[in-house]
């Protein structure tokens, strides 16, 4: 049976049937966001410039590379960037949660570790982003705070909104979830102050691509390599993405023969789902490395992956949240 995503960006009745709750989906989201921009929901302004970085998609589109790259350019203007995120598939039982290098990812979720471990900044997470970032305020000395996946999460009031979108898949057959991938209406993109395009950019976009770097074995951490260095091997290749065809195509295009196996997004791996009965190498993406490092041995790699973006959004980007020189 196909993933629902692939519905969502191909033809199919499978969208039709469920274009009903579609609209009523649709309908909620409006509401709320009247809700809050009436000021008929409280929401909370932090002492300190708050960024948001999100997506109006359900799926990846390269949030967390985006925000790898935003503490990299904040810090190089001064900044000391704390991250609160939702937490998403951790299963703690007291929120907001501190997150670090060597947290759980049972309990605070992948995508936090993964940011934990590449930024190495203060980092919270929690279903109230606001109980995280004010968590993080009393317990840091972080003066900027970045929501990752936050643009739906009106009681957090911001300074900057960006987007970050799928430059090949856009926003699919347009449509609302269940019947399509939006999580608003197609308009909201027009109210966030900056758009980011994996890939080729539109009209009043800037650019990002993600550029990978030395791939590492996951025994042996000092072990690195050049993607170019298994050109013309077949591989097995891991993803538990939002859209694991990316990862598929990117092995393929440094020459693998890739032999592909995708998981739903953050799935919990098991030793029999990535220990295969040959001695083939095994690529993974950052992220699912977090929950395989126990359990790896010499064959299993994973591949980090930076964002490049486009240098004009930086005067954007101090302006919007006040920075003065000097």
């Not at 009523?24 to 409006?30: F, H, K, Q």
């Not at 430059?167 to 027009?190: D, H, M, Q, S, W």
Request: charged share 25%.
């Amino acid at each position: 049976m196909k993933r629902l995503d692939y519905y969502w960006y191909n033809k199919s009745a499978v969208s039709l049937v469920l274009t009903p709750i579609s609209w009523l989906y649709c309908l909620v989201a409006i509401i709320r966001s009247l809700a809050y921009q009436f000021h008929l929901v409280k929401t909370h302004r932090l002492p300190v410039p708050v960024i948001i970085v999100g997506n109006i998609t359900a799926g990846g589109t390269g949030k967390t590379p985006m925000v790898t790259w935003l503490v990299d350019f904040l810090r190089s203007h001064g900044y000391s960037p704390g991250i609160v995120s939702r937490g998403y598939g951790g299963g703690a039982r007291h929120w907001p949660q501190q997150v670090r290098v060597d947290s759980d990812p049972r309990m605070v979720g992948d995508e936090a570790i993964l940011l934990a471990r590449r930024c190495r900044c203060p980092m919270a997470v929690g279903p109230v982003r606001v109980e995280a970032a004010q968590a993080l305020l009393d317990h840091t000395e972080c003066d900027i705070i970045i929501a990752d996946d936050g643009l739906q999460h009106y009681a957090l009031d911001r300074d900057v909104e960006i987007a970050v979108i799928d430059g090949v898949r856009r926003f699919g057959n347009g449509k609302c979830l269940p019947a399509g991938p939006l999580r608003e209406p197609r308009r909201r993109i027009n109210t966030v102050d900056i758009v980011i395009t994996n890939g080729v950019p539109g009209p009043r976009e800037y650019s990002m691509t993600l550029k990978p770097g030395l791939v590492q074995n996951m025994a042996s951490r000092e072990k690195r390599s050049s993607l170019n260095s298994f050109r013309g091997k077949k591989v097995h290749a891991i993803a538990g993405i939002g859209n694991p065809d990316r990862f598929f195509t990117e092995l393929q295009e440094y020459g693998m023969e890739v032999v592909p196996h995708d998981f739903p997004d953050h799935y919990f791996y098991t030793p029999e789902d990535i220990l295969f009965d040959d001695e083939l190498p095994v690529f993974m993406t950052e992220k699912d490395a977090v929950k395989c490092t126990s359990f790896a041995d010499e064959r299993h790699w994973f591949v980090p992956v930076d964002a490049q973006v486009d240098e004009r959004i930086s005067p954007i980007l101090l302006r919007l949240i006040g920075h003065k020189d000097g």
